[in-house]
């Protein structure tokens, strides 16, 4: 029986994936390579400096470690301009039903993210009240696939991993939650989040009860 819903953040609850998705397109046009929105798609739940790794292969650029933490924080700061303009309105349709739903049904919830602007985002959408615990990437020292943080989430809920669900939009995620011993639904592609037990296209049409029903 489920008891407690993990939530990622960016790609899940907002569309904070795609304002990284920008910030590190235009790091790569100022580097003179070309990033994909499918070559993104490994970066989705990675740490900002793995990302950044993950990048500087694409475009088979190599620079000294000063040089990647520069890059890192030129691309964080173009990310913080975006999401100091966000607001409610931003939030993923569903997404706010859903959490309303989860607390009539008596399910716990938490945030499993690994970014370290959580903080700021959970404020510009007025979510912290829907949140039993938060957990960002200021307290984990392992980014997924590795299950930290959804770990974290579950030990500050006090449930045991068994009888969480995690929602998740990235593939490393999905591997967290398995590693972590818990039930994942994906949101978003079916072909790229193929290790979930569920794929949903989003909140939209989804219910407490058929937490019930799947798991
Ligand atoms: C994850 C995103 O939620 O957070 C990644 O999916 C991102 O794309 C990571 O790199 C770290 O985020 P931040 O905000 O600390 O750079
Ligand atoms: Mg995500």
Known sequence: EIKACIFDLDGVL????????????????????????AQNERLKGVSRMDSLEILLEIGHVKCTQKAKEEMAEKKNRWYVEYINKMDQSELLPGVLDFLEECRKNGLRTALGSVSKNAGVILERLKLQDYLDAVVDGSQVSQAKPDPEVFLKGAKRLGTDPSACVVFEDAAAGIEAARRAGMKSVGIGNPGILCQADYVIPGFEKFHAEMLDQWF
């Open 14 to 37: 907002c569309d904070t994936a795609k304002y990284h998705y920008l910030a590190w397109k235009r790091l790569a046009g100022e580097l003179g390579f070309s990033f994909t929105e």
